[in-house]
């Protein structure tokens, strides 16, 4: 479904990782609104719109956020998850799935909150797109309550192949 723009935005190009500036009145298509960024197709390619500029794509509407229950404590299964809502904008897979993820450490800090370490890699090392995927867990992950700091490293030991893809990830992909 064509969309257009209704301001501009800032959007990183797929799959170089450079930043750019989409003026209002640009058409686009969705071709992807996992983990509240959204892919998009537009006259110069692929680009990545993220969470907080969605508003200037008229006409979308994200899906809701879930409702507030009761508090939610911090866990080493909240992180995973959590790493579970980020995404690579080309593969409708997680990164958890994908097999991005190669280590997660919890330490508890003299606060008594936690600082999250996390190694991941990606599908390919050219990808310009690493550092904003990194990004977008890190700051997820820093907004969990209970975290004092997160990191995520790109490590390239060992390199990532199809092979790491979980049960759920090639389900998704049609690869079973």
């Keep these: 479904m064509k969309h257009t723009l209704s301001r501009d935005c800032s959007a990183t190009v797929i799959p170089a990782g450079d930043l750019i500036q989409l003026p209002a009145g640009t058409e686009v298509f ?20 993220a969470r907080e500029d969605t508003d200037a794509i ?6 809701e956020a879930a409702s507030p229950g009761a508090p939610v404590e911090f866990s080493e299964e909240l992180v995973w998850e959590t790493l579970k809502t ?3 904008p080309e593969i409708p897979v997680n990164i958890v799935d994908l097999g991005l993820i190669y280590d997660l450490a919890v330490e508890p800090t003299p ?49 990532w192949s199809p092979q790491m893809i979980s049960g759920a990830g090639r389900k998704a992909l049609g690869i079973e």
Aim: glycine share 12%; charged share 20%.
């Design 30 to 49: 969705i071709t992807q609104t996992l983990g509240g960024n959204v892919t998009v197709r537009t006259d110069r390619g692929l680009v990545r719109i």
């Design 58 to 63: 008229a006409g979308y509407t994200p899906a």
């Design 86 to 88: 980020c995404f690579d």
């Design 111 to 159: 606060d008594g909150r936690q600082s999250v370490e996390v190694k991941m890699t990606l599908t390919a090392q050219g990808c310009g797109m690493g550092p904003v995927i990194a990004n977008d867990a890190r700051d997820k992950i820093a907004a969990l309550p209970g975290v004092a700091s997160a990191k995520v490293h790109i490590v390239w030991d060992p390199i």
